[in-house]
């Protein structure tokens, strides 16, 4: 069982090139997100949706665009990458998002901008 | 806003040792869950444990366990019979609202044998 998947594992982009982050899960969740991890500062939601066709913005959303056409996937979009978006990667997804349900993670993307 | 704590940002034990990581929360809901997340240097997530607030009863995993105090907001973890394959981060998190997934900051923690 895949779980949740990300893809890349590492990327390196120069100031103002654009790249999408894929994420993929297979357990028919409802719910995904995404995080960004940066020294010292745990793990900060950046975008999240809650069924196909919906996506509402987390704590650090500017310079960051999602969609979500699929339930099984939840791309993140860099348009103009700013060394500021370097950072560790993690998409996640859970059932519902609901209170009491447990989010599972992807193992994250590393990237770094120049 | 809603935040989770953790002020021990390191910690070190002898292999077979006990080891206890703090973590506070503030919340104004009744009823939510809060998590234990393991992340080895793999940086995989890895959930350790969970405690649903209205549960009197402290979970446990096999050497995992928690010390939940809903009055001082507290969620430790225990681990015991601690072994080389805990070394990791460990993250302390709540669910806020119905949502969001709100982590503290992180304890590195080291095993040495």
């Known amino acids: 069982n895949a779980g949740v998947t990300q893809t890349p594992k590492f990327q390196v982009l120069k100031t103002g090139q654009s790249m999408t982050l894929q994420c993929a899960q297979d357990m028919n969740h409802e719910y995904m997100s995404w995080y960004r991890q940066d020294p010292g500062m745990g793990l900060r939601l950046i975008h999240y949706s809650v069924g196909a066709g919906i996506t509402d913005q987390g704590e650090v959303p500017n310079g960051y665009n999602v969609s979500r056409s699929t339930t099984e996937d939840f791309p993140l979009r860099l348009l103009s990458a700013a060394p500021s978006q370097t950072s560790v990667y993690f998409c996640?997804?859970?059932?519902?998002?609901?209170?009491?349900?447990?989010?599972?993670f992807g193992p994250g993307t590393r990237l770094t901008v120049l | 806003a809603q935040t989770v704590t953790q002020s021990q940002p390191e910690m070190s034990v002898q292999e077979a040792e006990t080891v206890t990581l703090s973590c506070t929360y503030d919340t104004s809901e009744s009823n939510y869950y809060l998590f234990w997340y393991k992340q080895p240097p793999s940086r995989q997530m890895i959930l350790v444990i969970r405690q649903e607030a209205y549960k009197q009863q402290n979970a446990t995993e096999n050497r995992f366990s928690v010390n939940f105090q809903k009055a001082a907001k507290s969620f430790s973890l225990k681990i015991s019979d601690s072994q080389l394959g805990d070394t990791a981060m460990y993250f302390c998190a709540q669910i806020q609202g119905a949502q969001k997934l709100v982590f503290g900051q992180g304890t590195r923690l080291t095993i040495n044998p």
């Open positions: 996640a997804s859970s059932q519902t998002g609901g209170r009491t349900d447990t989010q599972y």
